[in-house]
């Protein structure tokens, strides 16, 4: 029998990826190729992605000029795979994870001043290009952070994003060590803020709605608990001479209005909660006392990097559940309702 000769094109690998295809559309499981990294970028084999409130403005189409389908996630963590040309200080087989931040431009007046954080030309991982839900992702060097060895990949996933928004915002809060320090919310972004909070040398005063989250908040390291519905939060945070921050993490406007007046003289209120009602305040609630009103925007790749050595050296954690990729959907409708404890991530 004559041997066929066929001469085969050689064929792309491919892989599993969970892709947003229009706005407002569902999770779907896709096949696609490998991607091959470019100049400048790496290819990181995803190892574990954390499910993040912000995912919502890829799966409802709220980022100005986001291009379908697309690939959500910003809390990933893997190892390099391969190199693209260019690459310089980062090795195949390192562990490194993705947030928020997605890369710079390092051309803007921004980059050019060294401010990172703000460059007018930023990336953002998942939004920008295709994020951590799928089992390979390209991402450029500038949106790298190497983990440390003792951090779980499904560790350190949410503190690329949720740990970082908190530890920056905290350490940049102006509170020095026992000083009072309040967390307002208790989900995601809270249950970080306060063990940061506490191994920051604060006195943290957690503030939640109703009780069950007191056994919580006291585990995490609050030394208070304060339920606004059954007291006055700006009352018991008086009593207790007022706060140098507040870290605002519940996605409640008027919540955090509220609040203002729980602040110490030069005290102020960090936003890192996310709404699109305007925060109200009075002039006059800011000139007593000399407050300050200031957000904080997640922060750099290097940020990341100290974010989880402090975790590392502390024990910081966040509290996870954690879903095989191809339960997603179900992942981000849990993490929507506010039930997942505390942060859901995606294992590959
Ligand atoms: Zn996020
Ligand atoms: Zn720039």
């Known amino acids: 029998m004559a041997t066929m000769r066929v001469v085969a094109k050689p064929?792309?690998?491919?892989?599993?990826?969970?892709?947003?295809?229009?706005?407002?559309?569902?999770?779907?499981?896709?096949?696609?190729?490998?991607?091959?990294?470019?100049?400048?970028?790496?290819?990181?084999?995803?190892?574990?992605?954390?499910?993040?409130?912000?995912?919502?403005f890829v799966k409802e189409g709220l980022w100005p000029g986001i291009e379908y389908p697309r690939i959500p996630g910003h809390e990933v963590a893997g190892v390099i795979d391969d190199l693209g040309a260019e690459v310089t200080g980062w090795k195949k087989g390192q562990r490194v994870g993705v947030g928020w931040y997605g890369g710079r431009d390092n051309t803007c007046?921004?980059?050019?001043?060294?401010?990172?954080?703000?460059?007018?030309?930023?990336?953002?991982?998942?939004?920008?290009?295709?994020?951590?839900?799928?089992?390979y992702m390209v991402a450029p060097v500038d949106a790298l952070a190497a983990i440390p060895d003792t951090l779980s990949d499904a560790e350190a996933g949410p503190l690329l994003c949720a740990g970082v928004t908190t530890f920056n915002a905290l350490r940049h809060s102006g509170a020095s060590p026992g000083d009072l320090v309040a967390v307002q919310g208790i989900g995601g972004l809270g249950h970080l803020g306060i063990q940061f909070g506490n191994k920051f040398g604060y006195k943290v005063a957690a503030i939640g709605r109703g009780s069950e989250d007191s056994l919580l908040a006291k585990k995490l390291g609050a030394s208070v608990y304060i339920d606004s519905q059954s007291s006055n939060a700006v009352e018991e945070l008086q009593k207790l001479g007022g706060a140098q921050a507040i870290l605002a993490t519940a996605p409640d406007s008027k919540a955090m209005s509220g609040l203002i007046d729980g602040l110490a003289p030069t005290g102020k209120l960090v936003v890192v909660g996310i709404s699109s009602d305007p925060i109200g305040v009075t002039p006059l609630q800011l000139i007593v006392g000399e407050r300050g009103l200031q957000g904080s925007a997640v922060g750099t790749p290097t940020d990341s990097e100290d974010t989880m050595k402090f975790a590392e050296l502390t024990g910081v954690r966040p509290m996870i559940e954690t879903y095989p990729l191809e339960r997603a959907a179900e992942a981000y409708v849990r993490m929507m309702s506010g039930k997942a404890h505390l942060r859901a991530v995606l294992t590959m």
């Open 11 to 56: 064929e792309a690998a491919l892989m599993k990826a969970v892709q947003i295809s229009k706005a407002g559309g569902d999770f779907e499981m896709v096949e696609r190729e490998i991607p091959t990294p470019g100049t400048g970028q790496v290819r990181i084999k995803v190892q574990a992605c954390g499910v993040c409130h912000s995912d919502v």
């Open 109 to 135: 007046l921004e980059c050019r001043r060294g401010r990172f954080l703000y460059c007018r030309n930023g990336k953002v991982a998942g939004i920008s290009y295709d994020g951590g839900y799928q089992e």
